[in-house]
């Protein structure tokens, strides 16, 4: 049996720990409706906004830097039926190149925050100027809550669940660390995966996330040729405030 890695898991752990996510997908949704349906997706992972997106008849190129959750989109949608059209590239957000454009630039639940630094975000956000059309749409999901305490968390048991696909049960230990100077929380996620069968393999997925707020957010935007036209603190459009769990911001393509 050839082993396995967070990729294999993802669909089934967020559906494990988030639910369904209707509140994202109609968010999203509300988005590409308002704003046009020729959509740039950053950090489309295994495609749980893409494929609701595309099934709404949205033109997604959707791109992610693991390859491992791309060919699980990849095989998802190799027998959806949609309306849309959907391209798939290997790509990093730091750095990239389509030679298209776009009406509109989406990064779904703290993707942005993957990037650590000033110099990544900045890179990040000049790339994505380039790929949009003139007046097209910006929006960022970002996680309001990074640092919140404690700063360190032990490892700790998150679950321990059967999964039916993989016939193997699984075990989810999770802990966490705070650079509170850098603004970055660093997650250790160990998994332990017990096969029906008798075998036992192990595997970690690490994440490190950076914690921005909206006044960093305004200055990076501005500096990159952008203007936010909207906040909002949840999906379901609520207002925007320091204690808000999301931090959502819809910027604007300014100039040529
Ligand atoms: C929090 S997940 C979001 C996945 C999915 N869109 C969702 O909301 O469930 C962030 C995604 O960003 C991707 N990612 C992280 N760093 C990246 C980079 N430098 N370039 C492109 N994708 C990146 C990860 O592989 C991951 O799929």
Redesign the pocket.
Known sequence: MNEIGFADI?DWE?ALVMGD?LD?IDFWKSITGKYGNKVL??????????IPLLLDGNLITA????AE?LNHLQTKTETLEYGGELKIVH????D?YLADQFNICL?????FQ??LNRN?QGH?LEAIYKHLLPEGILCF?LDNDITCLPENMPLTKLYSEYNKEIQANITLFTSWNTDRKAGIRNWYDRYEVKYSAGRYIEFTNN?SLKAVNLEEMTNLLEEAGFQIIETYGDYDFSEYSESTHRLIIIAQKTGA
């Open positions: 993802c967020t996510r994202e997706e950053l950090g489309a992972g295994t495609g749980c906004f893409t791109f992610d830097i693991s959750s790509a990093d957000m730091r990239f990064a779904s639940y703290s993707t993957y990037l990544e990040c999901d994440i």
